[in-house]
């Protein structure tokens, strides 16, 4: 086994455990970074334990920083920079550098105090404020000023009294944190800071050599018209009063920059309902892109089309999910608020093409459910035909009734009657997404059926039709098939079932189809109609479909009366 793999896991477990330590202990950590680096300013930077104070003083901050997590390898990269800063510190320690330090870190803990949602930790991070910048003040920047003026007195006082800030830091209480709270900063905050620090300190420097005054009046001259101008920028930029301030006129900057974005977005909108295909839409958006102020050109890879439109320039943008991979050339450089911008345009452009190919493929979806709906319901009607067929057959197989005038009757009644339904459900097989149905007489259709079942012992009534009632055929042929043929298989079981068919109008049309069989079980009856189902009897599927039929044509088909000896199903409807 090699000696890598013999210290990874035990660098797994110091790491862990010092991120561990480091997470529930982080105010002794910054509490240990304070106190090094405070006996080390003190100390001055000609003392060679200040040296080394300072490097452990380093070393305490790498576990603090807010940056990379205690626990991850350090790259050769970050290892290079951290022996680099740790020589500069041996080699060139000084005042400036010392100053330079501690602006750094007031700007980390800055960036911090404006993250941390608890009370607790915003005063402490406060407190560790204070802290540097009453060391920078009061110690570090007498050491570097034109003249220095800072009498020993006060210099004894801070070495003994800015400690304190030590202990409240340790004794302020403290609330539970998460287990796994991630280290926020906020870089902006953090950066303004040291630059306000960085114009204070110079900015004091600059009125002790021109004006040559003391330091503390130079000192506190320049904080006062530092916090002046901070105020009257911030007043610019967010008045009061209702008034709008220059972050009005920097988010238009920003969101605007020259470009007509809202022309592309109304145009995109209008194209994406009027040109269904994937590919025109997003060859007609990406000529609309184009032709903007600042696109140079267009290239893009969708599926197994490609194309570019416009010139390659050095600048570009490049944009790709899963459906769409596009590269846009900007005529100019490219800002960040540029680049935010034409990347935030292909991601829209990505969304609305993804939308079109749902849309194509919704489209194919519906075509196929409409062809394996129509072929569903097509079989059921093709097994009532066939039964129909197998009954004349029956008939025709009896030697006695072989030369009977009512077989010569039954076939010419029944046969017209079977050609014509399956002309019709051929005509519906070969256009499945034609939905129009064709209206017959109601007495017309009435008859046709009684004579069709006649045979059979089923029980017909019509009554309270008006004259000239209309009905759509193949919806009422289908559903009187299914319901009538399940009575039928019902009364095979039980040959006393009794079967009444009606017809009526009262308000709107209904075809009742009555039996005194059982009962359809409570379970079955919560899903018959709504869905295919499995029964013994065969009920279920054809139902199902002849209740999808029913809702299409604006009709209802339902189990009205469902116990012992009743059992009804209903349709019911507009009549013509």
């Known amino acids: 086994m090699q000696p890598d793999s013999l210290s990874a896991p035990y660098f797994n477990r110091i790491a862990s455990a010092t991120w561990d330590f480091t997470r529930r202990h982080w105010r002794l950590i910054v509490v240990a970074m304070l106190a090094l680096l405070h006996v080390a300013v003190f100390r001055g930077v000609a003392d060679p334990w200040a040296r080394a104070l300072l490097l452990a003083h380093l070393g305490v901050v790498l576990l603090w920083q807010p940056f990379l997590r205690a626990e991850q390898r350090v790259s050769p990269v970050q290892g290079f920079i951290l022996a680099l800063v740790a020589f500069a510190v041996m080699l060139q320690l000084g005042w400036w550098l010392l100053a330079f330090w501690v602006v750094v870190l007031a700007g980390l803990v800055g960036g911090k105090v404006y993250q941390q949602h608890a009370r607790w930790q915003r005063r402490c991070y406060l407190l560790v404020l204070l802290y540097l910048l009453a060391l920078?003040?009061?110690?570090i920047l007498p050491e570097i000023a034109p003249r220095r003026e800072i009498v020993?007195?006060?210099?004894?006082?801070?070495?003994?009294v800015?400690?304190?800030?030590?202990?409240?830091i340790v004794v302020i209480p403290t609330e539970p944190d998460p287990a796994e709270q991630a280290q926020v900063i906020d870089f902006f905050y953090s950066v303004f800071l040291m630059l306000l620090l960085g114009v204070v300190i110079l900015g004091s420097f600059a009125l002790m050599t021109v004006r040559r005054t003391g330091y503390l009046e130079a000192l506190t001259y320049t904080v006062f018209m530092t916090a002046g101008a901070v105020l009257l920028v911030g007043l610019a930029w967010n008045p009061r009063g209702g008034f709008s301030g220059v972050n009005v006129?920097?988010?238009r900057y920003l969101f605007s920059i020259g470009l007509p974005v809202e022309k592309w977005l109304r145009f995109l909108a209008?194209?994406?309902?009027l040109e269904p295909r994937p590919d025109r839409f997003l060859v007609e958006a990406l000529a609309a892109l184009r032709r903007l102020p600042s696109v140079a050109g267009v290239r893009w890879r969708a599926g197994e089309s490609q194309g570019e439109q416009?010139?390659?320039?050095?600048?570009?943008?490049?944009?790709?999910?899963?459906?769409?991979?596009?590269?846009?050339?900007?005529?100019?450089?490219?800002?960040?608020?540029?680049h935010w911008h034409l990347h935030l345009l292909g991601q829209l452009l990505g969304e609305f093409y993804i939308a079109k190919l749902r849309e194509e493929q919704l489209r194919q979806q519906s075509y196929l459910q409409a062809v394996h709906e129509t072929g569903a319901r097509m079989t059921h009607d093709i097994k009532n035909l066939l039964q129909s067929l197998n009954v004349l057959c029956s008939v025709a197989a009896d030697e006695r009734k072989q030369d009977s005038r009512e077989l010569q009757a039954l076939v010419r009644r029944q046969l017209p009657a079977i050609?014509?339904?399956?002309?019709?459900?051929?005509?519906?097989?070969?256009?499945?997404?034609?939905?129009?149905?064709?209206?017959?007489?109601?007495q017309a259709w009435w008859d046709g059926l009684a004579r069709q079942y006649r045979s059979e012992r089923v029980q017909f009534e019509f009554e309270g039709m008006r004259t000239g009632a209309r009905l759509p055929r193949s919806l009422f042929d289908s559903v009187a098939d299914n319901l009538i043929r399940n009575a039928l298989e019902k009364r095979e079981?039980?040959?006393?079932?009794?079967?009444?068919?009606?017809?009526?109008l009262d308000g709107e049309l209904a075809l009742r189809v009555k039996d005194s069989g059982a009962a359809v079980p409570e379970e079955l009856a919560k899903r018959l109609l709504r869905g295919p189902v499995a029964s013994q009897g065969g009920l279920g599927i054809g139902l199902y479909q002849a209740a999808r039929q029913a809702e299409a044509a604006g009709f209802s088909l339902t189990l009205e009366t469902n116990r012992d000896g009743e059992v009804c199903f209903a349709l019911k409807g507009p009549a013509r």
């Open 493 to 504: 079981t039980d040959p006393s079932v009794r079967i009444v068919v009606s017809l009526v």
């Open 152 to 160: 020993p007195e006060v210099r004894a006082a801070a070495e003994f």
């Open 310 to 338: 416009g010139e390659s320039t050095a600048n570009s943008v490049e944009f790709e999910n899963s459906a769409l991979a596009l590269t846009v050339y900007s005529r100019f450089r490219m800002s960040p608020a540029l």
């Open 136 to 139: 920078l003040a009061v110690v």
């Open 419 to 442: 050609a014509q339904r399956l002309t019709a459900t051929l005509e519906k097989l070969q256009r499945p997404q034609e939905s129009g149905e064709s209206y017959i007489s109601a």
């Open 270 to 273: 209008e194209l994406a309902q």
């Open 162 to 168: 800015l400690p304190l800030i030590f202990v409240l």
């Open 249 to 251: 006129f920097f988010v």
